[in-house]
T-cell receptor
Framework: SQKIEQNSEALNIQEGKTATLTCNYT??????LQWYRQDPGRGPVFLLL?????KEKRKERLKVTFDTTLKQSLFHITASQPADSATYLC??????????FGSGTKLNVKP | DAGVTQSPTHLIKTRGQHVTLRCSPI?????VSWYQQVLGQGPQFIFQ???????GRGNFPDRFSARQFPNYSSELNVNALLLGDSALYLC????????????FGEGSRLTVL
């Protein structure tokens, strides 16, 4: 089965810096790769989607890259703010019955 | 517009009991999927329904079942509860079944004693 690896250790950065989160996967590349944000006790919130034939996507301070050769996606938050502190989940979608989430990486942005 | 709503928000059951969780999708969304999230882990896919038909099933035992109603709302049923079923159960809706973003509800927190 598909295995998704996200750094289980929390990422601690200073406000204003760029946060970079990593998502690595095994097996074949998904049709879609998505990133979600989850706050404690809440449901995940969609941030960005990137397709297998796309290299990069941007939305305001967010940027995601997708390298199917390395089987890796990088998620960047520029000019980070304390309000960006949350757990970020990587999700791989293959088809109707194959949708996998990583365990998430917790981001702490210190003022 | 209302988001995805789930009920109940919290519930406590004992081993061997049965539970029914409910989900109302965003208006206009025809796909509903269910996820189990154990503390410290990412959501695990249980079921997806689209236009009232099951379109996908994750690696969960037959004790887990679901259905989607004509108004696109959905129920998740779990029989013969085990301690390991304690988790946050998330419902997500989307316009179609294949691609695009998932809109999650706040979840139903199930504790099995």
């Amino acid at each position: 089965s598909q295995k998704i690896e996200q750094n289980s250790e929390a990422l601690n950065i200073q406000e204003g810096k760029t946060a970079t989160l990593t998502c690595n996967y095994t097996n074949y590349s998904p049709a879609y790769l998505q990133w979600y944000r989850q706050d404690p006790g809440r449901g995940p919130v969609f941030l960005l989607l990137i397709r297998e034939n796309e290299k990069e996507k941007r939305k305001e301070r967010l940027k995601v890259t997708f390298d199917t050769t390395l089987k890796q996606s990088l998620f960047h938050i520029t000019a980070s703010q304390p309000a960006d502190s949350a757990t970020y989940l990587c999700a791989l979608r293959y088809n109707f019955n194959k949708f996998y989430f990583g365990s998430g990486t917790k981001l702490n942005v210190k003022p | 517009d209302a988001g995805v709503t789930q009920s109940p928000t919290h519930l406590i059951k004992t081993r061997g009991q049965h539970v029914t969780l409910r989900c109302s999708p965003i208006s206009g969304h025809k796909s509903v999927s269910w996820y189990q999230q154990v503390l410290g882990q990412g959501p695990q896919f249980i079921f997806q329904y689209y236009e009232k038909e099951e379109r996908g099933r994750g690696n969960f035992p037959d004790r887990f079942s679901a259905r989607q109603f004509p108004n696109y709302s959905s129920e998740l049923n779990v029989n013969a509860l085990l301690l390991g079923d304690s988790a946050l159960y998330l419902c997500a809706s989307s316009r179609t079944g294949e691609s695009g973003e998932l809109f999650f509800g706040e979840g139903s927190r199930l504790t099995v004693l």
